[in-house]
C-alpha cells in the first residue's frame, strides 16, 4: 500500500498530508495560492480519498516516490493501482472530462507546463459525461476502455522500464472483476528511456463541475493483476462475522 489516505485529516491536500501529497497548480499568473483548494482530502464511501476538481487550469497533487519503495529504476518492472472515479454536474453532452494519471521522473517535472506534458506513463480520462473514457497513447487501437461516471474504476498499470524502449500495460475492470487488458504496450507520453520513474501525480482540467476522486494506490514488483482492495460486500461480510464472533465469546 502506497496510500489509503485514511491517516489525514480532511482539508487540503498539501497541509492535510504534511506535505506527503503536495498539491499542485499552473496559473499563469504565477498566483498558486488561489487554487489550492482544488486539490482536497476529502471523505467518501471509501473513507478518505484524494479529490482533484476540474477548471480552466491544472490543478491536483503529486507525491515524491523516493524512498517510498515505489520507484521504478531503469530495468524494473511494477505494477501500479488505484481506483478513480470521475463525475460532473454539468448537463452537456460536450467534451468537460480531462484527468491526467502516473508516473514521471521527479515531482519537478509536474505542473511546469501543462498534465499533458508531465507524466512519462499516462493513463488519462476524457470525452463528454456520459461517456468517460479511460485512455493510454499505444500503436494500435481500440486504446481505450469505456467508463460510468459515479463508479470507482479499478486500474492497472504494468509499467517495464526498459532502458530503450519502455512501455506499460493498462488493465482496468469495476468491483471485484478481475483485471481487463485495455492496451498492451503503451508508448511513454513524455521524456526519453533511461530515466528512473520517482513520482506518481493526478492532474485534472477539464470543465468546472467535474471531480475526480482517487484511493487505495498500491504497487507490486513485477506483473499482478490480483485486486488489493475486497469488495464493498466483502468488507460487510468481514464485519458481520467480527461482530458474530465477539457476541459468541
Known sequence: LLDDFESYDTGLTTLATGGAWHA???DPNGDAGNHTAN???VATDMGNSLQALGG???RGAERDLTGTGAALGVGETKTYF???K??????TTDWVYDFMMGLSPSVDNIDINNAWQDF???PYINNAPDTPFLNANAPTQPYWAAMSADVWTNVWIVVNNDATDPS?????STGADDATLVVADADWRNFGPGAALNAIGFMAAGADGT????????????VDLSNPVPAPGSIALLGLAGALAHRRR
Request: aromatic share 22%; charged share 20%; proline share 0%.
Open 24 to 26: 499542485e497548480f499552473s
Open 39 to 41: 486539490s482536497n482530502i
Open 56 to 58: 480552466a487550469a491544472w
Open 82 to 84: 488505484w481506483q478513480v
Open 86 to 91: 470521475v463525475r460532473t454536474d454539468l448537463a
Open 120 to 122: 512519462s506513463v499516462m
Open 168 to 172: 506499460f500495460d493498462l488493465y482496468a
Open 211 to 222: 471531480e475526480y476522486l482517487i484511493d487505495n494506490i498500491y504497487f507490486a514488483d513485477g
